[in-house]
């Protein structure tokens, strides 16, 4: 994108997190300083690319779990710009009665999801931050019949949220809220970033300090506490390839896991 199509109260600027990565996955919703820092990124962790390939081939084999098991609301909290395999094309794929409601607090995702999603049915885009899951659920409860069972997807976004925050509810605060608010039978599925090399890391936290959101990567324990309450689906909080992987060819040969992820269906 050209800086100068940044809508009123966005800095083309500073590296935003959403344009940063759908740099990664090869997408054209960028400006400059986006692209820049996501170099920089590569060059210190050139898996990322790959990463966030298998991070999306995560969310399609999930969906279509969560839609074959009978799931048909699902809220993708923190859904990014719109890519290839969408959550609801994924969905509507199997079963187009499925209720997609995309959550965002970025305005440029929200204004390219409307743009190209909204079109759709059975398809929302909400602008709301996570981080005031009281505001979230709300909004949330205008499409979501939290009597029924719901998915919440919480795909690469709580790793941008600290375990506590002056901007306001910390990651397992919020996952516990949308627990609490959700019938039997609802799901989470999670993928969150590691420290996968103590070495470059530093480097690569400093560069997402100066873009919009900074990192705060988990262990595999801390990542596996998003779940209590839970009972993760086999097979648990493995790397995204190694989730029930189905009989596409991996991505990349040289493709190591930069995170975690599973799938957790409360009882
Ligand atoms: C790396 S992208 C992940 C996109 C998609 N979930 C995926 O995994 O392919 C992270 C997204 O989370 C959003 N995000 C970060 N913090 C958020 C918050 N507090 N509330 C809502 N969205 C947030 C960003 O705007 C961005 O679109």
Redesign the pocket.
Same mark, same amino acid.
């Given at each position: 994108m050209d800086s100068q199509a940044a809508p009123d109260g966005v800095d083309p600027n500073v590296p935003n =997190? *959403?344009r940063m @990565?759908d740099y990664y996955l090869d997408g054209k919703d960028n400006f400059a300083a986006d692209r820049a820092a996501a170099e920089q990124i590569l060059k210190l962790f050139p898996e990322t690319r790959d990463s #966030?390939r298998e991070? %999306?081939a995560f969310?399609s084999r999930a969906v279509r779990h969560l839609v074959e098991s009978g799931v048909r609301q699902i809220v !993708?909290? &923190? /859904? &990014?710009?719109p890519?290839q395999g969408n959550t609801h094309e994924v969905a509507h794929g199997i079963a187009p009665d499925t209720r997609v409601i995309y =959550? !965002? @607090? !970025?305005p440029v =995702?929200c204004a390219h999801g409307r743009a190209l999603l909204a079109d759709g049915e059975n398809i929302t885009i909400v602008q *709301? !931050? *996570? %981080?005031d899951p009281e505001k979230l659920l709300v909004a949330l409860r205008e499409h979501v019949d939290f009597d029924r069972p719901v998915a919440f997807?919480m795909? #690469? $976004?709580l790793h941008? $949220?600290p375990d506590e925050s002056s901007d306001g509810a910390g990651a397992y605060e919020i996952v516990q809220r949308l627990y609490e608010a959700s019938a039997p039978g609802s799901y989470l599925v999670l /993928?969150h970033a590691i420290d996968a090399k103590p070495d470059t890391t530093p480097e690569a936290l400093e560069i997402y300090n100066r873009a919009t *959101?900074a990192l705060s990567l988990r262990t595999h324990a801390e990542i596996t506490r998003f779940f209590d309450g839970y009972e993760l689906v086999e097979p648990g909080l493995v790397f995204p390839k190694d989730w029930r992987p189905d009989d596409q060819p991996l991505i990349g040969a040289e493709s190591t896991s930069i995170g975690y992820s599973g799938v957790g269906r409360k009882p």
């Open positions: =997190v *959403a @990565y #966030a991070n %999306r969310l !993708d909290l &923190g /859904s &990014g710009l890519t =959550v !965002d @607090y !970025d =995702v *709301a !931050d *996570a %981080r997807l795909l #690469a $976004i941008f $949220i /993928s *959101a």
